[in-house]
């Protein structure tokens, strides 16, 4: 079964600094990666998606995230991150039933994102 | 208007009642899901529903069931609550035709049990 793994909790990181976060992925086939985010009682919005092509994908408020196959990960990255960055932020893989059709997406536990100013 | 709507937002109510939670997708998507979303923010998917086929989380208590009236709509109902029950509830839909598993999100319904 596929799992997903955020290695890292919470991470604190100054406004302006640059922000990576952590994702590991166990799929027996070529897999379908995406980042959410969740602002404080909303939500989850996509920030971005690898299906297959370009291994740097770009996506949404500035974030790319970067696949790399021989290691499992999927790890998102911004180059300066802001104040409204905080949040907390899901790695998931998607999964599909024999029928063919899309059978739900598996998260990691998140990681919840801190800014100091 | 919006893709992926819930009501209630919010829910507060009795142990041992009977309570529903509705959700509804103009997106035309053929699957639709509840999640479950703890305390500590965990996601877990509780069920999928697709042309009338569920699949159900073999952890999910019998004490829940969706309900699919049509294709836009996959209501969740849940008897007998317990204070366990309490959590973010999430309802999701995805266009299963292309495959790409993308999901789209309500903005949750948070139930509290008493």
């Known amino acids: 079964a596929q799992s997903v793994t955020q290695p890292d909790i919470h991470i604190t990181v100054s406004e302006g600094a640059s922000l990576e976060l952590r994702c590991n992925y166990s799929y027996g086939a070529t897999p379908y990666l995406f980042w959410y985010v969740q602002s404080p009682g909303q939500g989850l919005q996509l920030l971005l998606k690898y299906f297959s092509g370009d291994t740097l994908v770009q996506g949404i408020k500035g974030f790319e995230a970067e696949f790399k196959r021989s290691q499992s990960s999927f790890n998102l990255r911004k180059p300066s991150v802001h104040w409204s960055d905080a949040a907390e932020y899901f790695c998931?893989?998607?999964?599909?039933?024999?029928?063919?059709?899309?059978?739900?997406?598996?998260f990691g536990k998140g990681t919840h994102l801190i800014i100091q100013p | 208007d919006t893709a992926v709507s819930q009501t209630p937002k919010y829910l507060v109510t009795q142990m041992g009642n009977d309570k529903s939670i509705k959700c509804e997708q103009n997106?035309?998507?053929?699957?639709m899901y509840w999640y479950k979303q703890d305390s500590k923010k965990f996601l877990k998917i509780m069920f999928s529903y697709n042309n009338k086929e569920l699949i159900i989380n073999e952890t999910v208590p019998n004490r829940f069931s969706p309900k699919s009236p049509d294709k836009a709509h996959l209501n969740l109902h849940i008897n007998s609550l317990e204070l366990g029950d309490s959590a973010v509830y999430f309802c999701?839909?995805?266009?299963?035709?292309?495959?790409?598993?993308?999901?789209?999100f309500g903005e949750g319904s948070r139930l509290t049990v008493l």
């Open positions: 998931a893989v998607a999964s599909w039933y024999s029928g063919g059709g899309a059978d739900g997406l598996t």
């Open positions: 999701a839909s995805s266009l299963s035709v292309d495959n790409t598993g993308e999901l789209f």
């Open positions: 997106l035309g998507h053929d699957t």
